[in-house]
Nanobody, 123 residues
Framework: QVQLVESGGGSVQSGGSLRLSCTASGYTSSMSMAWFRQAPGKEREGVAV???????SYSDPVKGRFTISRDNAKNTLYLQMNRLTPADTAMYYCAAGTAYRNIFHGQNAYNYWGLGTQVTVSS
């Protein structure tokens, strides 16, 4: 069984940066890991994915601003978010999948989820 716990969310001004962390209990080194986000009244959307081979993919709105990385020794996934805008305001979730996944796989393709961390960007 895998448990995921997100941290690092908070409130920042537009143009600022945050780094989210997702610490996993259980074996996730051979899993695809992802960050999703959900804003009020909107569907949950994929933001960044690191597949089980180490490849990365990003949604168009965050490409060039966000970077996903993982430290397998610490069982931790990261999301470095730069040049944040109010449109990035959302609850951010960490997810893990037992097969190959990329940014085109939706939330139903993932087996494990964290409870989320809130990111709020003010103008």
């Amino acid at each position: 069984q895998v448990q995921l716990v997100e941290s690092g969310g908070g409130s920042v001004q537009s143009g600022g940066s945050l780094r989210l962390s997702c610490t996993a209990s259980g074996y996730t080194s051979s899993m695809s890991m992802a960050w999703f986000r959900q804003a009020p009244g909107k569907e949950r959307e994929g933001v960044a994915v690191m597949d089980l081979y180490g490849g990365t993919s990003y949604s168009d709105p965050v490409k060039g601003r966000f970077t996903i990385s993982r430290d397998n020794a610490k069982n931790t996934l990261y999301l470095q978010m730069n040049r944040l805008t109010p449109a990035d305001t959302a609850m951010y979730y960490c997810a893990a999948g037992t097969a190959y996944r990329n940014i085109f796989h939706g939330q139903n393709a993932y087996n494990y989820w964290g409870l989320g961390t809130q990111v709020t960007v003010s103008s």
